[in-house]
Each structure stands twice: as C-alpha cells, then as structure tokens.
C-alpha cells in the first residue's frame, strides 16, 4: 500500500501536464492477487492493511489515500462486471492501478522476468481493461530480466518517463546492487526520469547506509546541481526489530515539483492508519 499510494501520487502529478509520458515497471508482478488464496489468509495482512483502510474510507481525509482507495473499489466493481462474479478479495498490483491513472497519451510497459507471474499479468491487464480511465496508447508486457531491458526502452520518445523498481530482494545483496545500477543507466539515458525505487526495510543500518551510498553516487545535473531525491519510509515494527520486514521505503529520483509537501500530509495519514500498535513511524526527507 506505501507503495502503491506513492506510485499514484507520482503519476497524478506527472499527467497534470498535457504531453504524454512513459511508464516502465521493471518488476511488474501478476498485477491482481487472490486475498482468499491460503497464502494470502495465511500471512493475514489483508485484513490488517487494504481491508482496515477500505473499512476507514469515510474518515480518511488524505486526498492521495482516498485516491488510491477509489481506485482499488473501482477496479474491483469494474472486474465484478466483467467476470460476473465478487472480486472483493481481489487486489490490484502495480500494474492494474497504474491503468486506472494513465491516459490515452500515455504508454505503458511492464517487465516481469517469472513465466507464470508474467502470464497471470497479461490474463490480468486482459480483464483490467476497461479499469483504465482511458486507454493508454500503447501496453507492452515482456517476459524479460527488468533491468537489462531498460536500455531498449529508455530514452522514450516522449522524454518523459516514470521509472517503477520492485524487484525481490530474494538476494538482498544482490538486488541492492542492480538496483543502483539501474537507477544511473536511468538518468543516463533520461536526465529527468522520476525513478521510484521501492526497498524493504529489515535492518535499518544497513537500508540507510545503501540509500546514502545510492544517493551520493547520482551523476550531477546540469551545473553541477545534485540530482533531487525524496525519500519516504513507513515502518509498523521497531527499526532495531531482527525478527524479519519492519517496513518500507520508497525512493524517489527527480520527484515531481510539490511532491515532497504533498507526502507531507498523506504519509503520516497512512502511517496512523496502518500502526494500529503505535510501534512504527514514519520519515520523510
């Protein structure tokens, strides 16, 4: 949900100007997830996430949370429609969302390396169809390594271009690496891609020494301005926590013009909704 409230936020920023832009989701998922499935019951956080959020709509006063909200509602009637069945324990990915924020001057490619995640993304983007406000000019969904294809599709024609990072983490290590990698050849190619960059936060040391290292090594701007970045982290447990994922950060490279004010008010929002304990926090800077 940090997330994905934060992806919204980006892209509703981007496309108060006319002139179209290009998403790139490097590490788009299955794009719908089954809340019912036993995995999902399992881990329980449905229950203690989107659904105690949906459960608050009328009290939440956050206009990029009560975006996303609609936007998770408004998938779910639209897929009911068209698979004539209850979709309420159905969830959008990344993907799904980001077709119901985008227009027809946009275009949209998402990257996911796993053959069966990349089939239940195009089966999902198939039924999402008439989720999206408008179609975007053009949808590609490749079967690929997320980070080697940036350079196919970077620059964009539009020279516009929002950048999404996810990927596993299953080699922490390793992950961390590529991603600051990926994110140089970005601003390589495109000076003012908006890279969101999303990373677990587990030992928090660790996670801010590597955000840091990332940061200082940007290349300089025009001038020899600092490349602009804004963080935003939330977390639900203790940071000092070893038992596993405290929480998660968002960063975001050559964030739009207002963005960080505006994260002002949402991120905190979020955070009182989701800390039902009191034992997190969050930070912005």
Known sequence: MHKHVTM??????MTRKEKGLLLLDTHAGRGLYDLASLEARKAGEAASGIERLLAKHEVINAAAILDYLNLVRSSRKLLEAKRGRDARETYPGSPVLALGA??????????????????????????????????????????????????????????????????PYEDNAGDFREVERAAKECLRRLANAVIAIWYPIKQDKDTDAWRQKLIASLPLQAGGASTPT????????????????????MLVINPPYQFAEQAADWLPALHALLDEHTSGGCALR
């Open 102 to 167: 985008l227009r027809a001057q946009d275009r949209v490619v998402l990257i996911e390396a796993q053959p069966e995640e990349h089939l239940a993304l195009r089966e999902a983007t198939r039924q999402a169809e008439s989720v999206a406000a408008e179609n975007v000019s053009m949808l590609i969904i490749e079967c690929a390594d997320g980070f080697e294809r940036l350079a196919a599709w970077l620059p964009p024609i539009e020279r516009r271009a929002m950048v999404l990072i996810d990927p």
């Open 8 to 13: 919204l936020a980006l892209l509703r920023s």
């Open 230 to 249: 804004t963080t935003l982290e939330l977390w639900i447990h203790p940071l000092d926590n070893r038992v596993g994922l405290n929480g998660s950060g």
